[in-house]
Nanobody, 123 residues
């Protein structure tokens, strides 16, 4: 089994910064891609940023230039540095990972989600 554990959420003022971390643990063989999604009340869950094991990145238009995603493959951890935060960034942020793991002599490729961490941007 694989688990994703997020950390780094909290309350910040507009213009402030946060860094979210997500660590994957378990019998992991490889992680093809990791990313962050967010969901605000009354809205659909949306992609914030994603990164492949090779370092290719993808960002939502609303966060380009403000957020930076990075990945430490050795630690199976993904980060997103969030700068110049705006009230509209307020949401629950979910870590996502496409994981290949080993169990009972087989490799299994599955998508995992973290439980979410609250980010609130308010004055």
């Amino acid at each position: 089994q694989v688990q994703l554990v997020e950390s780094g959420g909290g309350l910040v003022q507009p213009g402030g910064s946060l860094r979210l971390s997500c660590a994957a643990s378990g019998r992991i063989f490889s992680i093809a891609a990791m990313g962050w999604y967010r969901q605000a009340p009354g809205k659909e869950r949306e992609l914030v940023a994603a990164i492949t094991s090779g370092g290719s990145t993808n960002y939502a238009d609303s966060v380009k230039g403000r957020f930076t995603i990075s990945r430490d493959n050795a630690k199976n951890t993904v980060y997103v540095q969030m700068n110049s935060l705006k009230p509209e960034d307020t949401a629950v942020y979910y870590c996502n990972a496409d994981v290949t793991w080993y169990s009972a002599g087989h490799y299994l490729q599955e998508t995992y989600w973290g439980q979410g961490t609250q980010v609130t941007v308010s004055s």
